[in-house]
């Protein structure tokens, strides 16, 4: 069973960065597919980014276009989520997750997912 652990949450003011790591022991994450996933108090899990394990295609909810980065550092083993220009509605337990058969188009489908990390609280407030 992949095992998928997040880190690098925190509390944060309103325009800060935070920088997200996942990464999975024992497993090699570039052979694999890696989303971020925010779940808020009162709401439903979104999808926030991806990155695809074959030509490193990024997707990106429209939220957070422009101020959120996903990359892979294949030598750490890590996929990173660079958060910047932080808001008070990216205030969410964030997760990293993966898949066995995924599909660009679907990548934002929380139900397609097969393996979650426990999460990370990122919250952002003055």
């Known amino acids: 069973q992949i095992q998928l652990v997040e880190s690098g949450g925190g509390l944060v003011q309103p325009g800060r960065s935070l920088r997200l790591s996942c990464t999975a022991p024992?497993?090699?994450?570039?052979?694999?597919?890696i989303s971020w996933f925010r779940q808020a108090p009162g709401k439903e899990r979104e999808g926030v980014s991806s990155?695809?394990?074959?030509?490193?295609?990024?997707y990106y909810a429209s939220a957070v276009k422009g101020r959120f980065t996903i990359s892979r550092d294949k030598a750490k083993n890590m996929v990173y989520l660079q958060m910047d220009n932080l808001r008070p509605e990216d205030t969410a337990v964030y997760y990293c997750?993966?898949?066995?058969?995924?599909?660009?188009?679907?990548?934002?489908?929380?139900?397609?997912?097969?393996?979650w990390g426990l999460g990370t609280q990122v919250t952002v407030s003055s």
């Open positions: 024992g497993f090699s994450l570039d052979h694999f597919p």
């Open positions: 997750a993966t898949a066995h058969v995924w599909y660009p188009s679907e990548w934002s489908a929380s139900g397609n997912y097969d393996y």
């Open positions: 990155i695809s394990s074959g030509d490193g295609s990024t």
